[in-house]
Structure formats: structure tokens, C-alpha cells
């Protein structure tokens, strides 16, 4: 019988980071995308939200895929970190808009 080596802790370590990657940055950037589709569509206010809302779920969608195809720890947080700071800002932008 096989004894069975366990995973090196560098490993387990590497997969929590992209889990939390996944799971805590995806839900940012989705929420993010949500707020900068409901700000900026030319549309209703309700039509954009509603659009905002449901495209969210296609962004978490995408942030999670992106989290476990990536090589490294590292590229699945700035592939989801990166957007996420895109779409704040671009929130700001619009918050500031619309409130001047």
C-alpha cells in the first residue's frame, strides 16, 4: 500500500489565497461593476439597476474563472484587484456627477 505524502503548506497556503481571491475580490468587482452599470447606463434609473444587478452575477462569474486559471496567488489578486480599482473610480466619478 501507497502512504500517501501530504500537500506541501506553500501549496494549501497558495490555494486559500485564490479561494479568498475568488470569493472576496470577485464579490467586490461584482458589486463595483453593479454600481458603475447603474450609474452610467443612459437608461431609467430602475432599468439600470436591474442591469447593474443582474450583469453582477456574469462579472462574479468571470473573477472566479479568472482566479483559477491564472499560474500564481499574486496574478489572481491583481486580475481581480486591478478591475476593482476601475470600477471605483469610475464610480466615484459618476457619484461625483451626479451629485454636482
Known sequence: MKS???LPVSYRLAVTSR??????GGY???????ICLALWMPTSRADAVVTGMMSSFVFYL???LWCFACRTAWRAW????LPSALFAT???VGLWMVRT
Not at 467586490?28 to 453593479?34: F, I, N, P, Q
Not at 491583481?78 to 484587484?81: R, T, W
Open 4 to 6: 500517501k505524502t501530504p
Open 19 to 24: 479561494v479568498l481571491a475568488a470569493v472576496i
Open 28 to 34: 467586490l468587482m461584482a458589486s463595483l461593476a453593479a
Open 62 to 64: 468571470l473573477a472566479v
Open 78 to 81: 491583481a486580475g481581480v484587484m
Open 90 to 92: 469610475l464610480a466615484g
